[in-house]
């Protein structure tokens, strides 16, 4: 019969105990840090791609997000900041700024301001489990950096990876066109152009 130690690590100072942890990261960081193993790594280890400001309850759901886009969990939080509360994501000026640098004002591959903000929220939203999304809902993530969209609707309609209902306003993905958009989110938090050939390959048939 197997046996698991329950690690725990205890912080002291004299007899005073100041902090104390049953996470196993930390404790292992701990005794590295102590034999000396990577001493010029953060104590923090595999957690510090996740600053201390993030909700416990939201770090699974962010590293699980970033994972999907494929970008590191840092780049995410830096151009997303993605919360369980509205409106969900709070996007870099930055980001934004160079993503539409790099994207066509018009055309086939032009990503608008309100097709980038739906795209955002509803990868997200799929691990929160939001329901519904709304062009309420992008339009409050494009107030937060100050952004607007002159028509939102006929972006949205013209866009093959996010479908409209038109009575009730509400957004989702298209499941067959879902590279495309992990291809835009991906493409934001990299603050590049999306890599349009390879989102289109990979979701041909095979």
């Known amino acids: 019969m197997a046996l698991h130690a329950k690690l725990r690590i205890v912080l002291m100072a004299d007899d005073v105990v100041v902090a104390e942890s049953e996470d196993s990261d930390i404790w292992l960081a701990a005794l590295g840090a102590i034999r000396g193993v990577n001493a010029d790594t953060p104590l923090s280890l595999?957690?510090?791609?996740?600053?201390?400001w993030v909700p416990e309850e939201?770090?699974?759901l962010i590293r699980a997000f970033a994972k999907d886009l494929g970008v590191p969990v840092q780049d995410v939080l830096t151009a997303c900041h993605p919360r369980a509360i509205p409106p969900?994501?709070?996007?870099?000026?930055?980001?934004?700024?160079l993503f539409k640098r790099g994207t066509a004002e018009r055309g086939r591959s032009a990503v608008?301001?309100?097709?980038?903000a739906l795209t955002l929220v509803l990868l997200w939203g799929e691990k929160i489990h939001l329901q519904p999304v709304s062009l309420y809902d992008a339009n409050a993530i494009l107030q937060t950096i100050s952004v607007?969209?002159?028509h939102p609707a006929r972006a949205v309609k013209n866009c093959p990876w996010l479908v409209l209902d038109p009575k009730t306003q509400r957004v989702h993905l298209n499941a067959n066109q879902i590279t495309r958009a992990i291809a835009v989110a991906r493409a934001f938090c990299l603050k590049q152009a999306p890599q349009w050939d390879a989102a289109k390959a990979s979701a041909e048939p095979r």
């Not at 969900?88 to 700024?97: L, M």
């Not at 608008?112 to 980038?116: C, K, R």
């Open 112 to 116: 608008s301001n309100i097709v980038l």
């Open 46 to 52: 595999r957690k510090s791609d996740l600053d201390e």
């Open 148 to 150: 607007r969209d002159e």
């Open 88 to 97: 969900y994501i709070f996007p870099s000026k930055v980001h934004w700024e």
């Open 58 to 60: 939201d770090r699974a």
